[in-house]
């Protein structure tokens, strides 16, 4: 089982940046690839980044416009979400999640494990 928490979400002003963190443990984190997802009120949820086991694969959302990076420190076990130039559509629940197969995928029913999520505003 593997357990994920998020955090450094938070209110911020419209072009400021935010950094979301992600825990992992209850399994070698190297053998994980992880994805970043959001979901804003009555929308469904979107997936936002990817990155692969190793880090030398990284997947993001069309939409995004190349304003988010996502990162991962294996000796940490830690995935990092920078998010710069944010924008009050940014605003939304933001989640980690896990996947063993591997690959930076951008498709949420490839995740087996998932974080409780962290909120992030964006007031302009």
């Known amino acids: 089982q593997v357990q994920l928490v998020e955090s450094g979400g938070g209110l911020v002003q419209a072009g400021g940046s935010l950094r979301l963190s992600c825990s992992a443990s209850?399994?070698?984190?190297?053998?994980?690839?992880m994805g970043w997802f959001r979901q804003a009120p009555g929308k469904e949820r979107e997936a936002v980044a990817a990155?692969?086991?190793?880090?030398?694969?990284?997947s993001y959302a069309d939409s995004l416009g190349g304003r988010f990076s996502i990162s991962r420190e294996n000796a940490e076990n830690t995935v990092l979400l920078q998010m710069n130039s944010l924008k009050p559509e940014d605003t939304a629940v933001y989640y980690c999640?896990?996947?063993?197969?591997?690959?930076?995928?951008?498709?949420?029913?490839?995740?087996?494990?998932w974080g409780r999520g962290t909120q992030v505003t964006v007031s302009s």
């Open positions: 999640a896990a996947n063993l197969g591997g690959r930076d995928s951008l498709r949420s029913g490839n995740y087996e494990y």
């Open positions: 209850g399994r070698d984190f190297g053998t994980l690839a």
């Open positions: 990155i692969s086991r190793s880090g030398g694969f990284r």
